[in-house]
C-alpha cells in the first residue's frame, strides 16, 4: 500500500523557515517525480513545486519561486520542503504528492501558519 | 498559466440524480485533467485521470469526458458517500493549476 506521510508543520513568524519531510512507502520511491500542493482555508488547490526522480531538476511556482526549495533523499524515500522568508499568505495544509498521470497519491497534509 | 474555470461552484443534488460539473481550460490541455474528490478534513483523492480513465477502486458511476479546452466530470446515481468537494486538474503544462473546485450537497 502507496503511504505518504508529511512532518514538520507548525507555527512560524513572517520571514522564517520551516522545513517539511515526507516520507514514502509501499513503492519504489525514486521511480517517480514528486510534487508539493498546498491548500489554502476554505480555497482551492494550488501547486507549489515538483522534483525529478533523481532529484537533479526542479520547477517551481511563479509565486514561490526563490523561496521554497525541493528536494529528496531516495536512500531515506523522503522528500522535503525548505520554505524560507515566508509569508502570511503561505498559511496553508501542505500536501506531499506522487505525480504518475496527474497526483495519484497525497499524503495527510500538514499544516503551516505563518503569523507573529 | 493556464487558467481553469470550474462550475458550477457549487451544487445540489437528490440522491440517485446525476450532476455534472464542468471545467474549461484557457487553453488545449491535450485530454491531461484529472478528476479529484474531497471530504472534509481529508485529502483529495484522484477519481479519474487523462480526462476518462478510472483509477483503481473508482465507482462505475463516476465518469469524465471532453477534449481541447472543455471537459466534465459526471456522478449518475449520487450516493451519500459522494457528498464532497470536486476539483479538475490540468497537468499538461507547467505550472500544474486546479478548478476552482465545486462543492456537492444534499438537497
Known amino acids: 500500500e502507496v503511504q505518504l506521510v508529511e512532518s514538520g508543520g507548525s507555527l512560524v513568524q513572517p520571514g522564517g523557515s520551516l522545513k517539511l519531510s515526507c516520507v514514502a512507502s509501499?513503492?519504489?520511491?525514486?521511480?517517480?517525480?514528486m510534487d508539493w500542493v498546498r491548500q489554502t482555508p476554505g480555497k482551492s488547490l494550488e501547486w507549489i513545486g515538483e522534483?525529478?526522480?533523481?532529484?537533479?531538476?526542479?520547477n517551481y511556482a511563479p509565486s514561490i519561486k526563490d523561496r521554497f526549495t525541493i528536494s529528496r533523499d531516495n536512500a531515506k524515500s523522503t522528500l522535503y520542503l525548505q520554505m524560507s522568508n515566508v509569508k502570511s499568505d503561505d498559511t496553508a495544509i501542505y500536501y506531499c504528492?506522487?505525480?504518475?498521470?496527474?497526483?495519484?497519491?497525497w499524503g495527510q497534509g500538514v499544516m503551516v501558519t505563518v503569523s507573529s | 498559466d493556464i487558467q481553469m474555470t470550474q462550475s458550477p461552484p457549487s451544487l445540489s443534488a437528490s440522491l440517485g440524480d446525476k450532476v455534472t460539473i464542468t471545467c474549461q481550460a484557457s487553453q488545449n490541455i491535450n485530454k491531461y485533467i484529472a478528476w479529484y474528490q474531497q471530504k472534509p478534513g481529508k485529502a483529495p483523492r484522484q477519481l479519474i485521470r487523462y480526462t476518462s480513465t478510472l483509477v483503481s477502486g473508482t465507482p462505475s458511476r463516476f465518469s469524465g469526458s471532453g477534449s481541447g479546452r472543455d471537459y466534465s466530470f459526471s456522478i449518475s446515481n449520487v450516493e451519500s458517500e459522494d457528498i464532497a468537494s470536486y476539483y479538475c486538474?490540468?497537468?499538461?503544462?507547467?505550472?500544474?493549476?486546479f478548478g476552482g473546485g465545486t462543492k456537492l450537497e444534499l438537497k
Open positions: 486538474l490540468q497537468y499538461d503544462n507547467l505550472p500544474r493549476t
Open positions: 522534483i525529478n526522480t533523481d532529484g537533479s531538476k526542479t
Open positions: 504528492t506522487r505525480f504518475y498521470s496527474g497526483f495519484d497519491y
Open positions: 509501499g513503492y519504489t520511491f525514486s521511480n517517480y517525480w
